[in-house]
């Protein structure tokens, strides 16, 4: 039977929404991106959220992978979004705007979902880490497919700074980094990581899975398999959808 829900995965600097077929893990037809508003408050958020769902004439309930600590729908952090998110119920909020029920998850947890379910974290025993870089880093850890919510690693402090605020992709871009001097950053990460958690595997999610061929050779000592999302960064649309089951 068919089985098509709409996802949604609320980026740093687009919202893109796409149909996602949960029996095969993939889109059904072209994804559909709308700049995100700045600031990325909740009434502009919803609104785009709402746009998207009248691009696709959409009716059922729909996922949001959110850039942040999410409880029960509540918004429990804000890096690389509007503070005024914070302790605000993100699902009341699109529910009120929108008209339709929704599943709001952190990000990366949707994107680690995703790859557990279909790609390349599929029937691993073990822990899997996945790690999204765009304009913040995100974690997912899960341990023989079950998740450990709202990890929250890219806070970690390292070098007496957020890691984040060092080896994400938007670091990269605004300190106009090579990709050789940024991978050694992400690398020694990746290796601080691989010493706290010791992984089966970690999974590369986000903008960055695209271009992994341009940094791959550059993430040296690093024991662990390194590998980019086999959905690429379709992972938090499928997975953000794959939520409401
Ligand atoms: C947020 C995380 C999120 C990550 C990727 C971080 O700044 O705190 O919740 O998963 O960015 O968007």
């Given at each position: 039977m068919e089985n098509?829900?709409?996802?949604?995965d609320f980026g740093g600097s687009g919202i893109k929404g796409g149909l996602v077929d949960l029996n095969k893990?993939?889109?059904?037809?072209?994804?559909?991106r709308i700049e995100?508003?700045?600031?990325?408050?909740?009434?502009?958020?919803?609104?785009?959220?709402n746009d998207i769902i009248t691009h696709f004439e959409y009716k059922g309930d729909f996922g949001v992978a959110f850039p942040a600590a999410i409880q029960s729908g509540v918004v429990r952090t804000a890096s690389n979004i509007d503070k005024s998110w914070i302790?605000?119920?993100?699902?009341?909020i699109f529910m009120q705007?929108?008209?339709h029920p929704n599943k709001v998850l952190n990000d990366a947890d949707a994107a680690g979902m995703a790859e557990v379910k279909f790609g390349h974290g599929k029937d691993i025993k073990g822990v899997?880490?996945?790690?999204?870089?765009?304009?913040g880093i995100g974690t997912a850890i899960f341990s023989n497919g079950?998740?450990?919510?709202?990890?929250?690693?890219g806070h970690i402090h390292y070098k007496d700074k957020v890691a984040e605020k060092w080896a994400s992709d938007a670091v990269r871009k605004n300190e106009d980094l090579s990709w050789k001097k940024w991978a050694k950053r992400f690398a020694e990460y990746l290796q601080y990581m691989e010493k706290l958690f010791y992984p089966e595997i970690i999974i590369l999610g986000g903008g960055a899975s695209k271009k992994f061929e341009k940094y791959a050779e550059h993430l040296k000592d690093v024991e662990t398999k390194v590998v980019p999302a086999k959905l690429q960064n379709q992972a938090g649309i499928i997975g953000s959808a794959g939520a409401l089951l």
């Open positions: 098509i829900k709409l996802g949604i893990g993939e889109l059904v037809g072209e994804r559909h995100t508003p700045k600031p990325a408050a909740p009434q502009p958020v919803a609104e785009v959220i302790g605000s119920n993100a699902e009341e705007v929108t008209g899997v880490l996945m790690i999204t870089i765009g304009s079950v998740l450990v919510p709202n990890t929250e690693l």
